[in-house]
């Protein structure tokens, strides 16, 4: 099993996936500075990851504070502030500094700071723990999603799968989101091939999806981002599943640039899209897509490919990291709770009951 995270002995543990598979590089952290850097670089990445290094990176900001207890709510408002400004698209950030931020508020202003320390290290491990364990509900309703939607196929001929973007072990610590659903359909002898969009510019599923895949035997084959339009042409892709950082009110879902286009493609050739995605990653504060903050990057990570200059210094460039891909082509929503199929602003609410 990859260890995408840990936290011993207050210390953070993180395989820098920045430069997987090429290099495995497990890096262990006591500064809360290098952890938030690491959020930043994309070392650690994926919504539901991104959470979990959020929560644990505010409690080694609380571990190396020295000041004075009257210093201690500046320094923790800061603490916060500036985990929030590490990546502001996907929401289980903001979801893991708002738990970290009810237990500070609920009566531990007047404790120690080891007791400080010690209830938000354990509410950091349970987000770690929960989205472990939803990893394997979403599993479990998105099989049974799949086997619905296409049980007429399946009588007849395994599936193959489009995935964007890297949404398994790598970026949950668990099985995966949509990964995660992709795995078990494969052991359940659903899938024929994954067929991996490579997600450009970082290629996260060129280098890690496919890194995964490997690990696990599941046989796959990647494409350039552009070309899933002309494979669903060809009726060499059966369904798409992918992750998602934000999901709105309506289902509009932002998810790595490059998912919207699948999904568009996939909707005009009659081809199920699904989303997978823990309900930790839905902000039903926000009425729909055109709300959701989309982080902009680096130009450069444009104009090179891995330290490699090709386009000039000074060619202008949009850099957008996520895309919304519109709920009305997203066939169904699979989530720890259930699967959500259309009806997105009706269904939404009660996965908060
Ligand atoms: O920029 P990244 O690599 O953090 O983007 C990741 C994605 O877009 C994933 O699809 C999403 O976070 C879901 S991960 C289970």
């Known amino acids: 099993m990859i260890d995408a995270i840990s936290f011993e002995n207050g210390t953070l543990g993180y395989l820098d996936q920045r430069f997987l598979p090429l290099k495995e590089e497990y890096i262990k952290t006591k500064d809360h500075q290098e952890a938030i850097e690491a959020i930043k670089t994309l070392a650690v990445r994926g919504a539901p990851l991104i959470g979990v290094a959020a929560g644990y990176t505010v409690v080694l900001g609380i571990n190396s504070f020295t000041g004075s207890k009257e210093e201690f709510p500046a320094f923790f408002e800061r603490l916060i502030a500036d985990v929030e400004a590490s990546r502001p698209t996907a929401v289980n950030l903001f979801f893991a500094t708002a738990r970290m931020k009810e237990i500070y508020e609920s009566g531990f202003e007047n404790s120690s700071l080891e007791e400080l320390f010690a209830a938000m290290r354990d509410a950091a491990r349970k987000i770690h723990d929960d989205e472990i364990e939803n990893c394997e509900r979403m599993a479990r309703h998105g099989v049974e999603l799949i086997r619905?939607?296409?049980g007429e196929t399946l009588k007849t001929r395994k599936l193959n799968v489009l995935t964007h973007c890297n949404t398994g072990t790598l970026a949950t610590g668990g099985s995966g989101t949509a990964l995660g659903v992709i795995k078990q359909a494969w052991k359940e002898g659903v899938i024929e091939k994954v067929i991996t969009a490579e997600s450009r510019p970082l290629l996260q599923g060129l280098r890690l999806t496919a890194w995964e895949l490997e690990q696990e035997n599941i046989p796959f084959f990647s494409?350039?981002?552009?070309?899933?339009?002309?494979?669903?042409?060809?009726?060499?892709?059966?369904?798409?599943?992918?992750?998602?950082?934000?999901?709105?009110?309506?289902?509009?879902?932002?998810?790595?640039?490059?998912?919207c286009?699948?999904?568009?493609?996939?909707?005009?050739?009659g081809?199920?899209?699904y989303i997978a995605a823990p309900v930790s990653t839905i902000d039903i504060t926000i009425d729909d897509g055109t709300q959701i903050p989309i982080e902009e990057r680096d130009a450069d990570e444009l104009r090179t490919i891995f330290g490699t200059q090709v386009a000039t210094p000074t060619t202008p460039v949009i850099n957008y990291a996520f895309d919304v891909t519109p709920g009305e082509f997203i066939r169904g929503i699979v989530t720890d709770k259930k699967a959500v199929v259309g009806n997105y602003r009706e269904e939404l609410p009660g996965l908060f009951a």
Do not use: C, E, W, Y
């Open 271 to 273: 081809i199920p899209f």
């Open 261 to 269: 286009a699948h999904a568009i493609s996939a909707h005009h050739h």
């Open 223 to 259: 494409i350039s981002d552009s070309s899933s339009a002309f494979l669903m042409q060809k009726g060499m892709i059966d369904f798409g599943i992918v992750g998602a950082d934000r999901i709105a009110a309506n289902g509009d879902t932002a998810n790595k640039i490059g998912t």
């Open 148 to 150: 619905r939607d296409l």
